[in-house]
C-alpha cells in the first residue's frame, strides 16, 4: 500500500511537470538532448551507469521538483516537545504543515525564483536528501521519504532515454497550460499531449 500510496503518482507528476518545462524552454531541451547523445553514442539505451555522467538531467529533475514538489505541504507532522521557533511558541502535539511549494520559491533564498533554471544547480552542493531546507520535496529528517534515491533514478533513465531517442513537441494546436490542480498530490491540471519524433540518426 505504501508503494502505490506514496510512490506512483509523485514519479509520474515530477516527470511529467519536468517534460512540460522543458517544451517551455527549448534551450533546455537541446541542451539536455546533447547531453543524452553525448554520453549514449549511438547505443541503444541510456543505462543507470551514465547516469553519473549526466549533471545537466539531474539539475533538471532538481529544479522542477523545487518549482513543482508532488506534495506541495509534504504530510502532516506533529511537533513532539514544546518548541519556540522565530519568535512563536508551537506546543507538543501541534500539527504542523510544512509549505515545501512557497519553500521553493522564497525569494529570500533564491534568484528569480518562479524561473525555471536547472543551470542554478550545476555547481551548487543542494541536493534533496533533507540536508538543506531550502529544497525539501522529499521531506527531512526520520520520517523523509525512503525512496528519494529509487524514485529518482527512475525518473532519471525515463527522462534521459525519451530524450536521447525522441524529438518531443507540443501536438498541432496544443497550448501550454501550466495550472496546478489542488489536492494532496499538485498534478498538472490539463495533461500534456506530445508528439515524440524518433531520432533515426541513432
Ligand atoms: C518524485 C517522487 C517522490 C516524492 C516527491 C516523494 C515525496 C515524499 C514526501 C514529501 C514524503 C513525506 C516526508 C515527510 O513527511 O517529511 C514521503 C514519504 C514517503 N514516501 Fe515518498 N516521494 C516520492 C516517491 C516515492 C516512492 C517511489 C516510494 C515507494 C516506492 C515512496 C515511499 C514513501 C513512503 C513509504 C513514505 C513514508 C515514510 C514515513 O512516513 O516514514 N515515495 N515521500
Request: aromatic share 8%; no cysteine; glycine share 8%.
Given at each position: 500500500?505504501?508503494?502505490f500510496a506514496a510512490g506512483t503518482d509523485t514519479t509520474s507528476t515530477n516527470l511529467e511537470w519536468a517534460i512540460s518545462e522543458l517544451l517551455r524552454h527549448p534551450y533546455a531541451m537541446k541542451k539536455l538532448q546533447q547531453e543524452a547523445r553525448e554520453i549514449g553514442q549511438g547505443r541503444t539505451m541510456i543505462t543507470e551507469?551514465?547516469?553519473?555522467?549526466?549533471?545537466?538531467?539531474?539539475?533538471?529533475?532538481k529544479e522542477t521538483l523545487r518549482l513543482h514538489p508532488p506534495f506541495p505541504l509534504l504530510v502532516p507532522h506533529e511537533s513532539t516537545h514544546d518548541v519556540k521557533l522565530l519568535g512563536y511558541?508551537?506546543?507538543?502535539?501541534?500539527?504542523?504543515?510544512i509549505n515545501a511549494w512557497a519553500i521553493g520559491r522564497d525569494s529570500s533564498t533564491w534568484i528569480e525564483p518562479n524561473e525555471f533554471q536547472p543551470e542554478r544547480f550545476l555547481n551548487s552542493p543542494i541536493?534533496?536528501?533533507?540536508?538543506?531546507f531550502e529544497l525539501i520535496p522529499f521531506g527531512a529528517g526520520r520520517r523523509g521519504c525512503p525512496a528519494i534515491l529509487f524514485s529518482m533514478v527512475i525518473n532519471e533513465l525515463v527522462?534521459?532515454?525519451?530524450?536521447?531517442k525522441f524529438d518531443l513537441a507540443l501536438?498541432?494546436?496544443e497550448c501550454l497550460?501550466?495550472?496546478e490542480?489542488?489536492?494532496l498530490t499538485a498534478h498538472k491540471k490539463y495533461p500534456i499531449l506530445v508528439v515524440a519524433t524518433p531520432c533515426f540518426d541513432l
Open positions: 500500500m505504501d508503494v551507469d551514465d547516469l553519473d555522467r549526466m549533471p545537466y538531467l539531474r539539475a533538471i529533475l511558541d508551537i506546543a507538543a502535539g501541534t500539527q504542523v504543515m541536493s534533496y536528501q533533507g540536508f538543506h527522462l534521459a532515454n525519451l530524450v536521447y501536438a498541432n494546436g497550460d501550466m495550472s490542480t489542488t489536492g
